[in-house]
């Protein structure tokens, strides 16, 4: 069924002559790469939570239930900068892809007012396909740019929304490559995969599309103002650019100069305590009188009494000091010399040999991340720091005073601030029952 | 397997390949619905995304850059010179309004409780480092295309 031939559904109305399959493959070459790192790196973030401990499941409850999660898996604690890296990785590459992404949709849009709008039953499900593509997309990307923000103007929890609208968008991701990589082949062996890029402007003509299929090259084109290697050049240099801003927040040092406008770049003026804050004190409601020398750290194991230490206690004990990053789920990371007491070491103060796991519990009232359960391994780690001081100054309230969590390439929302509690678990008590 | 081409309009891996996309997502939006306290939220959002870019964002800088276009390079006045114009006032363009869409949280300043309640920052920078950011963009490439006129403009003398 024909819609009538209005607008944008006349088809001489799209008259760019850069349209085309070339274009379109092109841009689509540029933008797998970045995807494919962001989606791997999105999944991987997920699984630095080890959701099958404790609490750490931040929706669903505890346990097992939480979407594609493959359980068993350990996140490591070595090297210290993997989830910095990681997150890093996760953040500059989705930034990095707006642009070329844009292009890609300028390029592609002609096909949205396709007539027939469905010539086939397979026509149709393209076309379905293609809006939890392009949905997708845009709905990932634009609550990840949100979140990044701190402008929560959804109406849903951010983290299992991104999750499962990345779910979709991978899975019609997958879809459309498979369906496209013909195209992409064809039009790299008719236009050459470089070639249109070298045209000036007297030389830059249509693309002729294909005689036996629909496309997005004009049927009337204008004459051209612009070249290919200008918009495809334009598209990569703002990728790059904006990729660069994102960088420089998990970078740091000079790099972080170009984080012009990128939410946690520049400083908090000048001082041991001056790094980037995810949460402040202020923001979470612990009452003062309970971070001040009332304060004790509860050690807690089952079935045996608990053990009280305050700050004191904890500095007579011996401190380790290590230059470790602390990254946010958001992408952006700082590098300090943190100093405390070994997790291990406080392990077995609580008379536990082998520890399983460790839940650090936060004085915070409420909030999910208020505890967070660690793997054996990072409770191992020698760098695995109840830390006391940073830069050789006491914690400032805001960074966890009086004691934070701090482990290699632990994510930044489980080091626990403001640490009331540890709770360990014995492996080999387990062992022995 | 003609029949079936004729009746679907594709091979049968098409079907199969489309099919287990749509299960997946459905896997998904199932999850969706099991978990989060405003389901229809997600929905709308999804579909609103695509909306707003097909319908709203791709309009809008289509028609601007065509105004622009029109009366940068008038079809009966085509140049070199207009159409170097042009594109030194396209690029200043698209990018600011790149880093607008991107950064728009940060530069028109949203939840600026929020925001210094969480990071211990304010967000009150970013409306002018953006607007210093579109000052820069433009101001190069109008040097950039003073430079390139000049040299048209030599060539166009020796011709």
Known sequence: MRLPPIGPFRPDFWRSPLRGPWLASLLSSALLPLLVTCAVTGVLSHFAYDTDLGHNAVWGGPGAGNGFDVYGLD????????????????VISGIAAIPL???KLWTVIPKLFENPPARSIAHALDRLSLALLVGGA????????MNIQLWYAFPFSFVPAHYYGAAIFVAALALHVALKLPVVRRSFRERGVVAPLREDLEHTRPEPGFDDEETSAPRQPAPPTLTRRALVGGA??????????????VVGGPL??????????????????AFPVNKTFASVGIDRDEIGSKWRLELIVADTPRKLLSRDDLLALPQV????????????????????????DLARLAGVERPGTMEARSLQPSGILRRATLNSGQVMNPHAL????????DLSPDHGFPARVIVPALPGVHCTKWVGALVFTDDSAEGAA | MIAFQRAYGRGPLHLAGTLATFVVAAYALSQVFDLLSRPYGFVLWFAGAIVAHDLILYPSYSLAGQAVARAAVPPAARSRLRIAALNHLRVPLLLSGLLLLVWFPLVAGKSPTTFEHLSGRSND?????????????FAASALVFGARARRLAERHNED
């Open chain 1, 138 to 145: 845009l709905f990932t990307i634009a609550t990840g740019v």
């Open chain 1, 256 to 273: 972080s100069e170009l984080g012009v406008l990128a939410p946690r770049a520049s400083g908090r003026g000048k001082g041991p305590n």
């Open chain 1, 321 to 344: 000091t290590a230059k470790l990053p602390i990254a946010c789920v958001e992408g952006w990371s700082t590098t300090q010399s943190w100093s405390g007491v070994r997790l291990a």
């Open chain 1, 386 to 393: 109840l830390a006391l001081k940073v830069n050789h100054a």
């Open chain 1, 101 to 103: 992404l844009l292009v």
């Open chain 2, 125 to 137: 920078i970013y409306f002018q480092r953006w607007l210093i950011a579109t000052g820069v963009l």
């Open chain 1, 75 to 90: 996140w490591p604690s070595s090297p210290a900068w993997l989830y910095a890296a990681n997150q890093g990785l996760h």
């Open chain 1, 236 to 249: 990569g240099a703002a990728s790059l650019g904006l990729g660069l801003m994102a960088a420089g927040q």
